[in-house]
């Protein structure tokens, strides 16, 4: 895992300017998946990062994505809302498996988050991660293949 924009900080210590750099929100950016695409099989990748009070931008997971299969034109047929909703749903936390609980694979999830940021220097508490931002951004691509105006001002 790296760094997509610029240098890594130290919650701790001093930033170039000397301020200390904090998890501002959390970021998911989302792409087809496929090279050629299929009108009955949906394909996505998502980059989950967290994004720091400088602007800077950590990586948390590049390893998540999904596929789904369906009638014709599936592409058009699924709404950007709930691209965006499964996104945040892939990104985590995942769902109980071997007699765990909601609440453990939760805390698992965001302790998880927080050990990567530990692992660049970061400070950040798992109970504050959960209660961050968490923005979707869909790459034109992604967009064109729904049917959205990739050119629209307006992010969904």
Known sequence: MGLLNGTYGASGSSCKDGSVAEVARLMTFVDA??????????????????????????????????????????????????????????VGPDEPFGGRSHQDMEADHWAQLAGVLGGHGIAADARDLKRLPHDVVLSERLLARVGHDPNDAVQP
């Open 33 to 90: 998946d496929d090279e050629v695409p299929d009108a009955r099989r949906i394909s996505v990748s998502a980059r989950h990062e967290a994004v720091l009070d400088d602007g800077r931008r950590v990586l948390l997971m590049d390893d998540r994505g999904w596929s789904e299969s369906g009638p014709p034109n599936i592409w058009v047929e699924t709404s950007v809302q709930e691209i965006m909703d499964t996104t945040r749903a892939v």
